[in-house]
C-alpha cells in the first residue's frame, strides 16, 4: 500500500530540510562562490595596486594580456612537467609503501611511524631543509655525492634550469607519499581477505591477484589521489617559493607563481584574478578528464 | 545607606577613569628580519621611556619583506609603524599605505640637514619626506686579503679587468674554485643594488634619459659592460661561482666567511659581520676597496622607519605616539641619536645621519672592522638610484630574471638588457 503524503507535511519536511542545509549553503556561499564571483570581477577591471584611484572596466583585456605573456606558456610548461612528475611518482610510491605497511612483517611497524614525518612538517620548514640539503656550497646531498666518489666537485643543483626543478620535484614528492601511502592503506584493509582467498583457490599468483583484485578494486582510491595530487601540484607554491624563489631565470616559475608574481610583485591584481580564474578552469577541466578515464564503475564491468 | 551607595559609585567610576586612563596606546611595528634581540631591547627601552606606548614587534625574512606587506596592507591587517626602503617607497607611497611625515608633523624637516643627501632623496615622495632613517649605507667591495697576497697580490682590485685577472690567478693556484660569488637568486632585493653598484663605477653611469626611457640597452653603455663583465665571469672565465644564481645575503657570507670567497659586492655593514672575531673561520681578514672601476661610484642606499595610513587613521593619539616612537628610532632623544649610534657601533650599520661620523666612538669602533676614512671616500661618490617609480620594484625583478638568463647562457647579455629595457617601457605605459 502506497503511503499517502499530505501536501502541507511535504511542505513542512521540505522546509525544514532547506532550513537545516541553509547555513552550510550560505557558508559555503561565503568561502567559495563570493571570492569566486569576486575574482571574476576583478579579472574585468584594470586593478593596480599602486594606481588606486582607478580602476576602469576593461573586459577581457586582463585575459588576453596573460594569456599572450611570454611567461604564460613557460609557466604551464613547467607545471605540466612538474605534474607529469609528481602525480605519478607520489602515487606509485605511495601505493608501494601502502603494500609495506600492509604486511604483517616488523618493517611495516617501524614503517608506520616514519612514514608520517613528511606530512608532519610544515612545508616551508621541509622547503628550508630541502633547500639546504641541495645547497650548492655545504649541501649533504653534495657531501654525500663527493664522500660516494660520484662528482668531483660540489654541483649547483638549486642554480641550474632543469636540475632545480628535479630538486622541488623531489622535495614535493617527499612531502606528498604520506598521505598517498595512507589513502592506499586504508582502501587496501578494505579489501575483504575472502576476496583473496577466492582468488588463490582459483590458482592466481601474486601478480595475478594485485593485478585482478587489488589494483581494481583501488581505482575509485587512484581516482582521489590522482585528482587531489594533480591539483596539489599546479597549485603548489610555497614549496618553490622558499627553495628557489622561482628561479633560476623563473626556469621553477610554476603558473601558481606566475600568480602570485602578478598579484604581490607586479601589484596587478587584474591580471592576477583573470590568471586565477583561467587556473581554476584549468581544474575543472583536468578533475573532468580524469573522471573521465577512470569511472570505476566501467572498469569494475570490464 | 545613600551615602554609601554614592560613595561606591564615585570609588567605581574613579576606578573606571582611571583604568581607561592608563591604558597604553598600541602601536604594531613591523621590520624584516635582523638582529631581532637589538630592535626588542630598543622598544623595551623606548616603553620605558614613554610607559603609555606598547610596541608589538612582528619580524618577517628580508627577501620575503616586501610581499608580507603588500598583503598585510591588502588585507587591512593592523600595522601602524613598518620598516621601508627607497625601492619599495613609490610603490607604497602611490598606494597609499605609507604617510608623508611632513603631513602630520611638519617639525620632522628640521631634521633634513642632518641627513646625507641620497638618503633624503631615497626617502622622498612627490616632495614629501616619508621616514626618517633607520640605516643608511653604500654597497661596496669586499675582499680577502690573505687570500689575495697568496696569489700574490699586495693591493685590491681598482677596475673591473683586474678583479678578472686576480681571480684567475688565483684559480691557477688554487686558492678557491671560484673567487667571486654574487647574491643573485631571482628574487632577492639586492641583486639589483649590486648590479647598479657596479654600473654606477663607470663614468657614463646612467640607466635612462631625462624622461626616464631606458638607455642602458644599447651596446657599450656602462650596463652593458658590467652585463658582459658578469657573463664572462661566470661562463667563460669560470671565476664566479655558479651557484650564484640560488644565493642570498646570508648564505654568501657565510660562504665569504668560510673562506669559499675571495671578492664580494656586499651592503657594507657585512664588513663588521665577517670581521667580528669568532663568527667566522677567516674573521679578521676581509677589508673593503673602493668600488673597482672608473670613477669608483656606487649605489648609497636607505632603508627607513614609516608611518602607515593604517595609523593615520586611527587618531591623534596613535599619530602623536608614532611620532615619538619615529623620533626615538631614527631621530634625535635628549639631543643625541641614540638608537642609530647604537647600530653603528653594535651592528657596524651605516648611517645617514651624518653628524655622527664627527663622533669619536664610532670612529674607533668602524676602525676596528673597516677603514672609518675609506668609508666616508666611497659615501661621497654613492648616488642614490635613478629613476624610483612606483614600478621600480616590479621591474627590477624582471630585470634579474632576465639577467640570469644570460648568466645561465640561455640569451646574450645585451639581448637581456633590452628585454628588461622593453618591460621598462611596457611597465611606463
Known sequence: MRAVVLPRRRYREARYAYATVLPVVLLVALFTIYPLLFAFVTSLREVVLYRPWSQPFVGLKNYLDVVRSEFFASAWVHTLTFVMGAVPLATVLGFAIAHLLNGRTRLAAWLNVTILLPWAIPTVISGIIWAWIFNSSYGAFNGALYSLGLINSYVPWLSRPRSALLCVLFAHVWKEVPLTSILYLAALQAIPDELYDAARVDGAGGLAILRRVTVPLLIPTTLIIVVYETMVGIVTFDLLYVMTGGGPAGATSLISYYLYNSMFVSYNFGQGAALAVLLAAALVVFILVYMRLLRSEEIYAT | ?429
Open chain 2, 1 to 429: 545607606m545613600r551615602a554609601l551607595v554614592a560613595s561606591l559609585l564615585v570609588v567605581l567610576m574613579l576606578t573606571v577613569a582611571s583604568a581607561l586612563g592608563a591604558t597604553p596606546v598600541q602601536l604594531t611595528f613591523t621590520v624584516w628580519s635582523y638582529s631581532t634581540d637589538v630592535i626588542l631591547d630598543n622598544i623595551k627601552k623606548f616603553e620605558a621611556k614613554y610607559p603609555g606606548i606598547k610596541v608589538s614587534l612582528q619580524d618577517f625574512a628580508w627577501e620575503k619583506y616586501t610581499d608580507v606587506m603588500t598583503a598585510r596592507f591588502v588585507g587591512k591587517t593592523p600595522t601602524d609603524l613598518a620598516y621601508s626602503s627607497d625601492h619599495w617607497l613609490q610603490q607604497w607611497a602611490a598606494a597609499n599605505w605609507i604617510v608623508p611625515l611632513e603631513d602630520y608633523f611638519p617639525q620632522v624637516k628640521a631634521y633634513k640637514p642632518d641627513f646625507a643627501p641620497y638618503a633624503i632623496e631615497g626617502m622622498t615622495y612627490k616632495g614629501k619626506l616619508y621616514g626618517l632613517p633607520y640605516y643608511a649605507d653604500t654597497i661596496i667591495f669586499i675582499y680577502n686579503e690573505d687570500m689575495l697576497k697568496r696569489a700574490g697580490f699586495a693591493k685590491p682590485p681598482a677596475t673591473w679587468d683586474e678583479v678578472t685577472r686576480m681571480a684567475l690567478a688565483m684559480k691557477e693556484k688554487k686558492i678557491v674554485e671560484y673567487p667571486i660569488m654574487f647574491q643573485f637568486q631571482d628574487i632577492t632585493p639586492w641583486y639589483i643594488e649590486v648590479f647598479l653598484s657596479m654600473v654606477y663605477s663607470y663614468k657614463d653611469y646612467q640607466m635612462f634619459d631625462a624622461n626616464l626611457n631606458p638607455i642602458f640597452d644599447r651596446e657599450g653603455t656602462a650596463a652593458h659592460k658590467v652585463a658582459q663583465w658578469l657573463v664572462d665571469g661566470m661562463r667563460k672565465h669560470k671565476v664566479i661561482n655558479p651557484a650564484s644564481l640560488e644565493t642570498t645575503e646570508i648564505p654568501l657570507v657565510k660562504a665569504m666567511g668560510a673562506g669559499q670567497v675571495a671578492f664580494a659586492v656586499l651592503p657594507k655593514y657585512n664588513l663588521a659581520d665577517l670581521n667580528t672575531p669568532g663568527a667566522h673561520a677567516q674573521a679578521g681578514k676581509f677589508k673593503m676597496a673602493l668600488m673597482p672601476g672608473e670613477t669608483h661610484g656606487t649605489v648609497g642606499f636607505v632603508r627607513f622607519y614609516a608611518m602607515t595610513k593604517m595609523a593615520a587613521d586611527r587618531g591623534k593619539a596613535v599619530q602623536d605616539a608614532a611620532w615619538k616612537f619615529l623620533e626615538y628610532f631614527g631621530g634625535k632623544t635628549d639631543g643625541k641619536f641614540v638608537v642609530v649610534k647604537r647600530w653603528a657601533l653594535e651592528k657596524g650599520l651605516g648611517f645617514a645621519q651624518l653628524p655622527l661620523y664627527k663622533d669619536p666612538e664610532i670612529r674607533a669602533a668602524i676602525n676596528k672592522w673597516g677603514n672609518v676614512s675609506l668609508e666616508e671616500e666611497q659615501a661621497k661618490v654613492a648616488r642614490a638610484k635613478e629613476a624610483l617609480t612606483p614600478f621600480w620594484g616590479t621591474w627590477s625583478l624582471e630585470f634579474q630574471k632576465e639577467m640570469n638568463r644570460a648568466l645561465l647562457g640561455q640569451k646574450s647579455a645585451l639581448d637581456a638588457l633590452k628585454a628588461a629595457a622593453a618591460k621598462w617601457k611596457e611597465m611606463k605605459k
